[in-house]
């Protein structure tokens, strides 16, 4: 469901699903701005009972979703709503597996290990970043190892998204910024996969399209309506191509600066993307050619490292590792776990810790 406002149709829809008692799981950002309770009063009108959720944290371990699971269970939810950015969406997903097939995160580290059915779940973004509405994957962390782990199924795809882009004229411009450059490393990453195909491709395309077009509008004009509902929809998008055909090793190098260095995620791929680029020029020059080139404007690899270059310094966004108080004695550990890391074998070029250690260094 896309357009303003549509986050008020939330109950009719969660009604059509068979809902009658269902959990919003939110962060206190969101709730502080009144969206959980915008969706509780559309629930209620519905006929349906609601409880709203909003312990989640901006990179959700193993004890949010736990926490959360206690809330579900107390009041015998039948659906979920995930509401808010990438980890309210993640978390809604962690304990619809937890609450449906029993266990702990780490049994569903990994594809399809979902062995019984799922509950419907709503999946309503207030950001423009991650795409998560769009996708079967729960990203959360281990709470003792910091390890993010992958947890996908085809069960624990939402059955309905909605993209209201009023929700996103709330963000602060930080967020509004890394969300956006999040988006944007999604539509150039799934462009490349080994994994990609005519299906990922079309939805890489447009929703870089989209992302190119509309985020220096919304840093600059952060009320138009016209420019976040772009975004809204190429981030939903790039969503879509990562279920198609996953990511590549910006990310990989990203995640260990996220769980260690505290660097938000947006930031993190962002500052990797222009040399991640350059690394792989060697594989894919053609197809960044292509992409580049949407417009008819012509363009190389170098070029489109440099378009993202523009994009980070117009989001704010540092280019440099140094930055986050990172140093070159740092780098060998960050490469080790960047190759461990279930995104670098999807790489179009192929990489060993050496290669991320050299393209960390690039970036320092």
Request: aromatic content about 4%; glycine content about 10%.
């Amino acid at each position: 469901m896309f357009g303003a406002g549509t986050l008020d149709g939330v109950g009719e829809l969660a009604r059509e699903l068979g809902g009658r008692r269902v959990l919003v799981v939110s962060d206190p950002d969101i709730d502080a701005v009144g969206y959980p309770a915008r969706a509780a009063v559309s629930l209620e009108a519905a006929g349906l009972t609601s409880t709203v959720f909003t312990a989640v944290d901006q990179n959700p371990t193993t004890e949010h979703v736990d926490a959360c699971l206690e809330s579900a269970k107390e009041n015998d939810v039948d659906l979920i709503v995930g509401l808010g950015g990438g980890s309210a969406m993640d978390c809604a997903k962690g304990v619809n597996f937890l609450l449906t097939n029993g266990g702990r995160m780490q049994d569903y580290w990994g594809v399809g290990k979902a062995a019984r059915p799922m509950l419907p779940l709503i999946a309503i973004p207030t950001t423009a970043g991650t795409g998560s509405e769009a996708q079967s994957f729960a990203l959360i962390a281990d709470a003792e190892t910091h390890q993010k782990m992958a947890c996908g199924d085809p069960k624990a795809a939402p059955a309905i998204a909605i993209l209201d882009p009023e929700l996103t004229l709330s963000q602060p411009a930080m967020v509004t910024a890394l969300t956006g450059i999040d988006a944007v490393s999604h539509a150039i990453e799934t462009w490349v996969t080994k994994k990609r195909n005519p299906i990922s491709k079309l939805h890489s395309r447009e929703a870089w399209r989209l992302l190119h077009a509309n985020l220096p509008c919304v840093l600059t004009d952060p009320d138009h309506l016209d420019a976040r509902a772009g975004m809204l929809l190429g981030a939903n998008l790039a969503g879509t191509a990562i279920e198609n055909s996953m990511l590549g090793i910006a990310h990989s190098c990203a995640n260990p600066l996220t769980a260690h260095f505290d660097a938000i995620h947006g930031a993190a791929v962002g500052m990797m993307l222009p040399t991640v680029i350059r690394f792989n020029t060697f594989e894919v020059e053609d197809e960044y050619a292509e992409l580049i080139s949407f417009d008819g404007s012509g363009g190389d690899g170098a070029d489109l490292a440099a378009t993202v270059e523009s994009l980070l310094d117009q989001a704010g966004v540092p280019r440099r590792l140094a930055a986050y108080g990172i140093s070159e004695k740092d780098l060998p550990d960050l490469a080790e776990e960047a190759a461990r890391q279930w995104t670098a074998q999807y790489n179009p070029r192929p990489v060993t810790a050496e290669d991320l250690l050299q393209v960390y260094r690039e970036v320092l």
